[in-house]
């Protein structure tokens, strides 16, 4: 595991944003009709656009499956569970995953408060400069006559050095709702046959020679050197497309690293 903000006494707004189904740029004829919903919460001391509070922001796509909306939210809800934190359960709906953000929030501020009390000191800054955000932004990226491809973007803030940003992609069966995997995309056996193809790509794209070790020393965090894919792809029209969040491979300083393979490379091994 980044506004205008009004005077909303710790309120929770959900609203539709639009009655007419969205369609994807592909136009295909069956194509999911879905309408966007937001989702808004801020903490008490949300009062003008520089106040010291918590802010969330939520923005999903609701269609007219009720699994499949699930499905996509719990998908969005594990983004923001602390895996590591065993005291913590995934939140099964917006406003408990709010509730518990802006109670984390105005816990940290309160500890800041009698600190800075007990010390008899003025506060210099450290996590109380800032305010706490938690964005999360799910579109419906493309849509094809067997596929539904999310892509969702994840923003927030807890302190620290900088924000965090994350981008991830959801690929799911438009019979089954199920998310889809590589191995339902590619025949039995594929894996070698693909990262050779996938790193001999990557190499091209960032200008490595054969040679050259995926290591620390050269910029990238690849375990012990050795090129991996994930599973965080989807089918463009052009072929399979791949990526890697900040400090997944790289440096957070180096962003996201996409890697595209055309599907005239994958001939043969995709079903």
Known sequence: MNYKLLYIPFLALLWSCGNSPQKDAEGTSDTLSYSIKKYENHSKTCVKEDSLCATVKFEYPEFESVELNKTIQKELFNLFHDDYDTTKIVKVDFNELAKSFIADYEEKVQEGKDFVNKANAKNEGG???????????????????KYLMLHTNTNWFMGGSHPISMEYYYVYDRKTFKRVTLEDVFQKGFDQKLLNIAEAKFRKQENLKPADKLTEENGYFFENGKFLLNDNFMLTEKGIKFLYNVYEIKPYVAGVTELEIPYEDLKGIMK
């Open 127 to 145: 996590f109380l400069a800032n305010p706490w955000y938690m964005e999360g932004y799910n579109k419906v990226q493309r849509q094809t006559d």
